[in-house]
């Protein structure tokens, strides 16, 4: 059953899936579209163009602008930012200059950072608080500072791993992940 706080406003024509969250001054407009089981926290605006998986955490006072896909188990911290236009003036009107964004499925976004347009956000990648993101992030890349830059790589699990040779090991799950191609992938999953 989908919860919708009184001071929400969720528009005819939003699609909120089952067992969603909406907290307080919430806005989800028109032609939104959510799946099952999320959560948007106070004063969470969703704009027209934007469409979001199942499982998606939207924490307080985020954003979510027009042209922006989250797919399944997203994390969306405190306060973070994305953008829809890449280079802005109130003077001029860009609303067909809209960058797509697309946050791939478990990706992490943490407090504070920003997402600038047109990027893609890898598979279980995880950005770190205050980052500002300006090119894609690969599959399970840690990402900090500004312009934010890969420092090392998560687990599915959120776990930093810590590769021997071209193997490392989740801490806490026991899936095993190798370099190929530069490129971090999940070769075996754990027992747990």
């Known amino acids: 059953m989908t919860t919708i706080h009184?001071?929400?406003?969720?528009?005819?024509g939003a699609q909120l899936g089952e067992d969603c969250r909406v907290w307080h001054w919430v806005h989800?407009?028109?032609?939104?579209?959510?799946?099952?089981?999320c959560s948007f926290?106070?004063?969470?605006y969703v704009g027209h163009d934007v469409v979001i998986g199942d499982h998606v955490k939207i924490q307080n006072n985020v954003s979510v602008y027009d042209a922006v896909t989250l797919e399944d188990d997203v994390f969306c911290g405190p306060s973070m930012v994305f953008t829809n236009v890449h280079n802005p003036r109130a003077a001029v009107v860009r609303k067909s200059e809209y960058r797509r964004t697309l946050v791939r499925q478990g990706a992490t976004l943490g407090?504070?950072?920003?997402?600038?347009c047109g990027v893609s956000i890898g598979r279980y990648a995880f950005v770190g608080a205050g980052a500002v993101v300006t090119h894609d992030v690969p599959d399970f890349a840690l990402m900090a500072g500004v312009?934010?830059?890969q420092i090392g790589w998560m687990s599915r699990y959120g776990e930093r791993?810590?590769?021997?040779?071209?193997?490392?090991?989740c801490?806490?799950?026991?899936?095993?992940?190798?370099m190929r191609d530069g490129a971090c992938v999940l070769i075996q999953q754990g027992a747990s």
């Open 6 to 12: 009184p001071t929400a406003i969720v528009d005819a």
């Open 28 to 37: 989800i407009s028109a032609g939104a579209r959510a799946g099952k089981g």
């Open 41 to 44: 926290g106070q004063n969470v």
């Open 111 to 116: 407090a504070n950072c920003t997402i600038v």
């Open 147 to 149: 312009p934010a830059r």
């Open 161 to 169: 791993l810590v590769f021997t040779g071209d193997q490392a090991v």
């Open 171 to 178: 801490p806490h799950t026991g899936d095993v992940y190798a």
